[in-house]
Structure formats: C-alpha cells, structure tokens
C-alpha cells in the first residue's frame, strides 16, 4: 500500500504543483464508470471541451505535448528507424556491420513537463535499434562519454570477453573511455542490449537499454524458408509486413525506487495522442522487449483482436497462438503477429494490462486504415 500511495501522491502533487498534468479519468475508463461522475475520486483538472482529441480521450491521458525535438527522438520514428550500421564485407565473406554508440547523460521530456535525469545510449531512450542478420559480425564502438562507468551487456551468444559485464572483458568503462565489443550475430530473434554497470538496476532504470534484433538467415532454415525470408528486412517477403518496435519501460521521476511513468518507447500517451497507423491491409508484427525496472512484470495486451506470440522470437513456429495479452518479466521478449484484415477501420486500444500502469502512460492505440501506415 505504500507504495501505492507514494505514486498517487506524485500524481496528486504534481497536479497541485501545476507542473504535472496527468488526468486520471482512465480509472473510469477500465472500471466501467466516467470520470466526472462524483464516485470517481481521482483529480481531473481538465476541460473536457479544450482538447482536440476529444473527451473521451483526453479523460485518460496527460495534457500537452512532450517537446519530441528537444528530446531529440520521436517515439513514432522510433517504431521502425532499424540501424543496419555501416556495412561491408569481410575477406571471409561475411557481412560485417559496424556501430558506434556513446552514452550520454541527458534529461528527458517522458511526459509532459516531466523531466527525468537519464543516462541514455545515442541521446534516446530505448537506444538506437541494432538490426542485422543471423551469422553476420557485429562490432559495437562503445563510447562513454557520461558522467558513471557503463557498459554494453548484449542479450545474444558470444565470448565471455564481449559480455560487457564488470570482471569480463575490459569490465566497465570508466567515463571518457571506451572499448570494442565484437561478435557473430546469433541466435535469430528478438533481443536486447543494456548496460550492467553496478548497481544494475540504477543503470536500467536510468534509460540504458535498446533492441537488438537478428533476422533468420534463410538458407541456414530451409524447412523453414518461408517464415524465415519473412522476418528478413529487405527481402520480398518481408516487404508486406508492417513491422514495429515497442520497449516496455518506465520511469522513476522522484526517486523513491518506483515508477511514475510506464510507456512503449519511453514517452507516456505518445500513441494515444497519436495512434500508430496500420494498413488493414498488410499483417502486423511487433518486436517486444521489456526492459521496465522495479515492477515484476509488464504486459501487452491488445483490443478486438488477437496474437500469436514467438517467445525471444527463436522460433519459427509460435509458442503461444489467437491470444490477445502476453506478459514478461525484465529481458524478457518476444515475437508478435497479428492482422487487421476485415476488421471495421478505426482506433484499437493496445495498453499494459497492468491497469496501474496504463493509467500512467502505458497506453496506445492503433489506428486501423485501409492503405495509410506507419511501415
Ligand atoms: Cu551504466
């Protein structure tokens, strides 16, 4: 309970203060009751007529906008700026991708007016999305420029000396360094990376994380070789689908060891004021990481339709099929698929269905088109 109580108090204060501007009709919207109905306790210091995305919306959401520019990243961008790296060939043949990633010290706009002290890779929260090929070399340039020591940890089989862990390796790197971490991308799926500096849970929380997606190669899965050429960026398959990435995250604005904010790509409501267009058209398939600190778990759970899940996204068969939430504890990730196909054009709501946390920011829709898209 007290835990509880010390976020609606945030939420409470930061409405007092004026600086925060979360309105909290969405309790209604889960419960089944409005929000200005006078057995809905919770501060709503909006006017339902002021907001251009109409009240039923609004009664849910933060007012105002996030400064996108300002932070230097847009969540919608986000979705699917894939980072291929700088690419060429090695004397062996294989492709070899290089990157060059710096960790900053940054704060960042995760709601309106609400700005959190992160500590980002690339100035971004989730990092730059690394996505290359099964069997390709990856060589990462790890630059630190922030103020602590970090390092890069990727989810992903290699070297004990690549790990990116304290004791391994060149261990953590002290600010004003950096190092080389270098390996074969595998196994295919869909991964991460983040720091493990200690203590690990303040260099996570803070905002060093980011997807590291393997497509399948597919001539090393020729029983596979439809699905694989698929997941394949580039290939002819893969040109159909409409391909997003969503890091589950959250953020611990005043210190207490507990999030104030939850997300997909870091900022609260970024989908909800702005649905995610999809083409009914085309099929749909979400790369979904969890990288949220403090909370056991966090989940997805979509509306009016349903999924089938590809758990770290290893497999070219699904683990889970026709379900609508799937839930992960930190790290944990996966594969979704999905289609619109001959469903009503309109706005489906996708959220945690932890109520708690869509009700603070974890909250989206997509909207539904026939040819407009986001992919
Ligand atoms: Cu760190």
Redesign the pocket.
């Known amino acids: 309970m007290a835990e509880r109580s010390s976020r609606r108090t945030f939420l409470k204060s930061g409405l007092a203060a004026g600086f925060g501007t979360l309105a909290s009709g969405l309790w209604s919207l889960l419960g089944g009751s409005t929000a200005t109905e006078d057995k809905n306790p919770q501060p709503l210091n909006v006017s339902p007529d002021s907001s251009a995305v109409g009240r039923e919306t609004m009664d849910m959401i933060t007012m105002g906008e996030v400064n996108h520019q300002k932070n230097g990243f847009d969540p919608h961008a986000m979705l699917t700026d894939w980072d291929r790296g700088k690419v060429s060939t090695l004397p062996n043949g294989q492709t070899l991708r290089e990157y060059e990633i710096v960790?900053i010290d940054k704060p960042i706009e995760v709601a309106p007016g609400i700005n959190f002290s992160a500590?980002t890779f690339d100035g971004r929260i989730p990092g730059p999305t690394i996505r290359c090929t099964e069997g390709d070399r990856v060589r990462i340039k790890f630059i630190n420029a922030?103020s602590?020591?970090?390092?890069i940890h990727f989810h992903g089989i290699h070297d004990a000396s690549m790990d990116g862990v304290p004791g391994a390796g060149d261990g953590?790197i002290p600010p004003g360094e950096s190092t080389v971490y270098e390996f074969d991308a595998e196994p295919f799926g869909c991964h991460l990376y983040h720091?493990?500096?200690t203590p690990l849970k303040?260099?996570?929380h803070?905002g060093?994380y980011g997807a590291f997606i393997v497509d399948p190669d597919p001539t090393r899965h020729p029983e596979y070789a439809d699905a694989a050429s698929s997941r394949l960026l580039g290939s002819r398959e893969n040109e159909r689908w409409q391909e997003l990435m969503m890091v589950m995250n959250g953020f611990d604005t005043n210190f207490d060891g507990d999030n104030e904010i939850y997300a997909a790509n870091s900022i609260a409501f970024a989908y909800t004021n702005k649905p995610i267009k999809i083409d009914h058209n085309r099929p749909v398939r979400v790369y979904l990481i969890n990288a949220t600190e403090f909370d056991p778990i966090n989940s997805f759970h979509l509306h009016a339709n349903f999924f089938d899940f590809y758990d770290h996204g290893t497999t070219f068969t699904p683990d889970r099929t026709t379900i609508d939430t799937v839930m992960m504890c930190q790290a944990q990730r996966g594969i979704l698929e999905f289609s619109f196909k001959d469903f009503e054009l309109g706005k489906y709501m996708f959220h945690a269905h932890q109520s708690e946390f869509a009700e603070l920011g974890w909250m989206s829709f997509f909207e539904v088109t026939d040819g407009e898209t986001i992919a």
Request: glycine share 6%.
């Open positions: 960790a500590w922030g602590h020591p970090h390092t953590q720091c493990h500096s303040r260099h996570i803070k060093l």
